[in-house]
């Protein structure tokens, strides 16, 4: 097994008892079934620049798009069929005359041919025989055949086909030239177990390479693609970010892993380009990836509890299965309220901040505060939080100490504050009104304390530290007073009106201690 990664001794066990292929080949359809994934319509050009992408990430076969279907389609595949691509390039044809003409066209390496099987579909669809179905399939076979290019032929539903009829097909399309067959779970209706059964069934008949297409209507896409390549599948059908007709396909990104960290088999991908990858066709598509999505997800290699946190810090191995850098991703630790002080310390390290004992149990403080309200604090929020404990003022020398301030404030009311503070241990309580809340907080202060009645505030920056609406505030105040001593202090909270008051009193604390 590689050392990145960290299995359990079950699938080595397991794996022991089946014979896996050495290699298995990716054949990557986000540009023809990830094309058809509702609301997605990629333009030719963006057509290409997904195909570079794959071919840089090393699929062995890009299924470029269904020829057929219209102009666009043909332009699209004939440029990537002409892009001088290592992959081979190939293209979707119904068992059809017109379909395969339009596919060999456009220059592609693989005709990719199919025709429904089952007797669903027979009955439904096509209203045609099993002898009908299969004569047609051998005869558009030979015909790609007889142009040069590889041809892969699938039998549409194969998970609902009758088990007999399948093999007879399969055969019959290998003896007319096919050189690969692909068996869709074309509605995702089968199990791993029912996808081992069926390709253990197929693999001592058929004599070519054995390609699996399953569709994720049950979730169970992924799972169904392993289970074929276990009973001896050589390729399996995948989409970047598992887009695809309904509920799409198999993830290209959780298969090739899969593959990788369970099986220990490397397909020809380079999975530094994964995480990229999915990025730009979540940009060109518009189908934004599930944050708690496997592999390429934000959340993929994210840990909040402490306890996770604490060992992926001494040992990534504790919680991380894959390292981030294997697929071009990036661990992050997510600091809230189940966060504890080991990891805000190891985190503080990592974005070289050095604190000491007490500020450490005040910064960790704050983040389980935040996160009581929801939030998650990032870095970014960390390094503020931490600015702004460690360059505090010693607590005795502290002469101000803020205890509680409320504000109400709206369209209609004048926004009115209420502080109460303590004053060398003195506790003062006052309030005041102003043009907006943190105007009338201030004011608030300046009615308790006449001893700044000569401090002006010169200066009030606000800035909202990472985006969103719950952002935390970092408030920068510059005060000075009767003899031009400036005072510059911080304030960082969540909340505009706290983050304002803290400043100003960080900054009235710094002018006390500047008159001792
Ligand atoms: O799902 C399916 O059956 C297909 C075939 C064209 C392979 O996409
Ligand atoms: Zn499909």
Known sequence: MPKETFVSDYIRQVSKEVKLPRRVRIFDTTLRD?????????????????????DRLGVDTIEAGTPISSEGE??????????????????????????????????????????????????????MTHKQVLEQAVKFVEYAKDHGVTVEFSAMDATRTDLS?????????VDAGADRINVPDTVGVITPRGMNYL????????????????????GLAVANSLAAVEA????????????GERAGNASLEEVVMGLRALYGIRPNIRTKLLAETSDLVERLTGIPVPPNKAIVGDNAFAHVSGIHAHGVLEFPGTYEPISPELVGHHRRLALGKLTGRHSVEKQLRNIGVKATKEQLADITGQVKALG????????????AIAEIVIGALPKEEKVVELKEVTVTTGSTITPTASVRLTIRGEERVGSATGVGPVDAAIA??????SEISELRLKEYHLDAITGGSDALAEVTVKLEDERGNIYIAKGVREDVVIASVDAMINGINRYFVGRK
């Open 34 to 54: 990830g094309d058809q994934t509702p609301g997605v319509s990629f333009t030719p050009d963006q057509k290409l620049l997904v195909a570079r992408q794959l």
């Open 74 to 127: 043909r332009k699209a595949v004939t440029a990537i069929a002409k892009a001088g691509l290592k992959a081979e390039i190939c293209g979707l044809a119904r068992a059809l005359k017109e379909d395969i003409d339009a596919a060999l066209a456009c220059g592609v390496d693989c005709v990719h041919v199919f025709i429904s099987t089952s007797d669903l579909h027979l009955k439904h669809m096509l209203k």
């Open 165 to 173: 009829y399948l093999k007879q097909i399969f055969q019959a399309t």
């Open 199 to 218: 390709i253990s069934q197929l693999r001592p008949v058929i004599k070519v390479p054995i390609s699996v297409h399953c569709h994720d209507d049950l």
């Open 232 to 243: 001896g599948a050589d390729q399996v059908q995948v989409t970047v970010n598992g887009i």
């Open 372 to 383: 009581d309200k929801g939030k998650q604090v990032t870095d970014v929020d960390l390094r």
């Open 444 to 449: 608030a202060i300046r009615t308790v304390m």
